[in-house]
């Protein structure tokens, strides 16, 4: 292969990770679930996936799980942090570097940012995925995003147990007040 081909591939493979959104799932299964689960490790395990909560481990700046027998690990590094005033606003950017292996090899890298502007009203924020600097397809592609519905789905199904009372004791009361009972 020549250079133009080698790059050409690159850029197939780069175009084939965006179509397949890994890094929003990647991104989702860190900033969304792995900071949830390091909050709610020791306070209430229960909405957390069995298999993830069975085999996570976190260290340092690394979440470390296994699915089926294949252990992935998550790295993400902060980098430099810009902060920007702009009359009244003040805006505070901050970029990463997020990293995903498989049984030990590195499959996926890429940039993202995190910008809040702190408004006197309220926070705005806004996350972006960014450049894709790595990526060796395999079945994980798959897997990831699986497990970030799994876990998702696991946390609403505890949460709606867990609510069943108080929803059936709701409908009683409305029953009452529109005169069905």
């Known amino acids: 292969m020549d250079d133009a081909e080698i790059r050409a591939e690159i850029e197939r493979r780069k175009k084939r990770a965006i179509d397949l959104k890994i890094r929003e799932s990647v991104w989702s299964l860190y900033k969304s679930e792995f900071k949830y689960i390091d909050e709610q490790m020791h306070k ?8 993830v909560r069975e085999t996570y481990r976190k260290t340092g700046n690394a979440h470390e799980f296994g699915i089926n027998g294949v252990q992935y690990r998550l790295v993400c590094v902060e980098g430099k942090k810009e902060c920007d005033r702009y009359g009244r606003d003040e805006t505070t950017t901050t970029h990463y570097t997020i990293g995903l292996g498989v049984n030990g090899s590195q ?11 702190y408004m006197p009203e309220e926070p705005l ?9 790595a990526f060796i397809e395999g079945e994980w592609v798959t897997v990831i995003p ?22 059936a004791q709701r409908l009683k009361e409305d ?6 009972q």
């Open 44 to 51: 209430d395990a229960e909405l957390i996936l069995p298999a």
């Open 107 to 117: 499959v996926f890298e890429f940039k993202a940012r995190t910008t809040i502007t």
């Open 125 to 133: 924020f806004d996350d972006r995925v960014g450049e894709i600097t």
């Open 146 to 167: 699986e497990l970030l519905d799994k876990m998702r789905t696991h946390s609403r199904e505890v949460r709606k147990q867990r609510n069943a009372p108080q929803e």
């Open 175 to 180: 029953m009452k007040r529109f005169g069905l």
